[in-house]
């Protein structure tokens, strides 16, 4: 990335340029990222190429203006960090289903930060509802995070698991790997019957005060713990409601495809 694009980035997320890599400035850009690039998968249903290389990423980010799910988010926040000057490693993870029962390798994408001031955090800007900030990677007790309360816990393997709010949520390996190590993972989830992004529609971003959420036509807003949902019900509606809420501009409402 040039400097141009950096700071093409940082004014997309409302961030200043950091004067070095601490852990105060990842933390900040963390935070800042989350609130204002939504997770979302959109692509898959709108039958949309997923390019994981870091020039499309960024691209998607900053140009588009749009989201993303896992690889896409934390492969372009890397780039950013990178370019900035934090030392970085991608990570992959197997996320737990709600039966705790581990999905495929390479699942999930997740971020190793060592900053200049010898901080060492697992960064996640690509989970959804998760941490809003960094978490301290060696810290093996009780994080309070706003987004909840967790836990990084190693295994007898070396892996490591994360807990939210006592559910696990991923089981990471540590060794760095490449983007290109995710291509796999992402084709599973663009292409496969089993995979909840191709059952799914979702579009959903932190705010202030709470999350804002569009599951297909349902519009989902909280607000200082107050949960409001609103049932949309023409494609204008939801069209209006990508642009105001998520800042994503369509040309036609995404939906569902049909699995062979």
Known sequence: MDTEQIDAYLRHIG????????????????????????????SIHLGQDIELTDKALVSKVVDARRGGFCYELNGAFAALLRALGFDVALLQARVYDDAAELGIPFDHLALRVRTEDGGDWLADVGF?????LPLAYADRG?????????????????????????????????RPRALADFKAGAWYHR?????????????????????????????????????????????????????????????????????D
């Open 15 to 42: 961030a200043g340029r950091p004067a070095a890599p601490t852990t105060r400035a990842l933390h900040e850009l963390h935070l800042a990222h989350v609130r204002s690039v939504p997770f979302e998968n959109l």
């Open 142 to 174: 009780e994080q309070t995070d706003p987004g909840g309360t967790f836990r990084i816990t190693e295994t007898t393997d070396g892996d490591l698991d994360v807990v939210k709010d006592g559910k696990p949520q991923y089981l990471v390996d540590p």
């Open 191 to 259: 292409t496969s019957p089993e995979s909840h992004f191709t059952r799914s529609l979702v579009c959903s971003r932190l705010t202030e005060n709470g999350r804002v959420t569009l599951s297909g036509r349902t519009l989902t807003t909280t607000v200082d713990g107050e949960r409001e949902t609103t049932e949309l019900t023409t494609e204008a509606e939801v069209l209006a409601a990508y642009d105001r809420h998520f800042g994503i501009a369509l040309e036609r409402e995404p939906h569902v495809r049909e699995n």
């Open 128 to 132: 959804g509802a998760h941490s809003e």
